[in-house]
């Protein structure tokens, strides 16, 4: 059975007693107002900026629902790449899970298909989840290509992978569009392409690993939209920017499913 997720995509916000602030809020609230799953069913995860994942992890032991992420790794195992923080470094602080593969990485930081895919190894190598991210600019989706461009971006950097490895990835479909920029995708388009990565992924593992990969839907997603883009079939979840940066609206999309 595959598991709800609330994820949190910071991105480069708050210093590190800000992070420890907005974390312990979020948690207080989430105390206030349990979510009615239980863990086996619904994780929570805050992808903070690096400095705020060691002091997080201390918050958030003690709830088997809250984990902590990285929003980045490198591409090397480690040595001389000044200011770049590895798989290892990452999973030494305790955080399980890494996101790979953001359209922000892709575009300012020339992130290619095959350094996706060296990622995701050495992620899954040293014991971290990959949140493994694709999505369409708004040209694509105009040419009517989105479908094989998100194909294009799950064939190139995680078909590698056997099965066994494949049950770690979290995938988020992100249309670059709809991120950060206020315009959701419609229920029906998120269910859409949820659908279509769910029969890529049986074509390639069988319906058993599809049927149990979590995919996540990330762009705009808000305390006013959640519940109804949550309530489709295949969408199992966000990928938060903004609203992940407040604590009602977070918790409140945690409570969305
Ligand atoms: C993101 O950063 O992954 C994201 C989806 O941002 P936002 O929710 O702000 O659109």
């Not at 984990?67 to 590895?86: F, L, P, R, V, W």
């Not at 996101?99 to 922000?104: R, V």
Request: some cysteine; aromatic content about 8%; proline content about 4%.
């Amino acid at each position: 059975m595959r598991r709800k997720i609330a994820a949190g995509n910071w991105k480069m916000n708050t210093t590190l007693n800000e992070g420890k602030e907005l974390i312990e809020n979020m948690l207080s609230k989430l105390d206030e107002n349990p979510p009615k799953q239980n863990a086996d069913e619904l994780l929570v995860i805050f992808g903070t900026p690096f400095i705020t994942i060691e002091s997080g992890m201390q918050l958030v032991s003690g709830n088997p629902m809250v984990k902590m992420a990285a929003q980045n790794c490198y591409s090397e195992e480690k040595g001389a790449y000044t200011g770049e923080i590895s798989v290892s470094m990452i999973k030494s602080t305790g955080a399980e899970y890494v996101i790979i593969g953001h359209s922000e990485r892709r575009e300012y930081f020339h992130e290619s298909h095959e350094m996706l895919a060296k990622k995701v190894d050495l992620a899954l190598k040293h014991d971290l989840k990959p949140i493994f991210c694709c999505g369409e600019k708004l040209e694509i989706r105009e040419k009517n290509t989105h479908f094989n461009l998100v194909k294009r971006q799950i064939e190139e950097s995680l078909f590698h992978l056997g099965a066994e490895d494949f049950k770690n990835i979290v995938i988020a479909y992100e249309p670059v569009w709809a991120i950060g920029t206020g315009v959701t995708a419609s229920p029906e388009q998120a269910q859409e392409m949820h659908a279509f990565i769910r029969n890529l992924l049986a074509e390639r593992y069988g319906p058993k690993v599809a049927s149990d990969t979590s995919i996540l839907y990330g762009g705009s997603v808000s305390a006013k939209n959640a519940a109804e883009l949550f309530a489709n079939p295949d969408v199992d979840g966000g990928l938060v920017g903004g609203a992940s940066l407040k604590a009602d609206d977070f918790v409140t999309i945690i409570n969305s499913f």
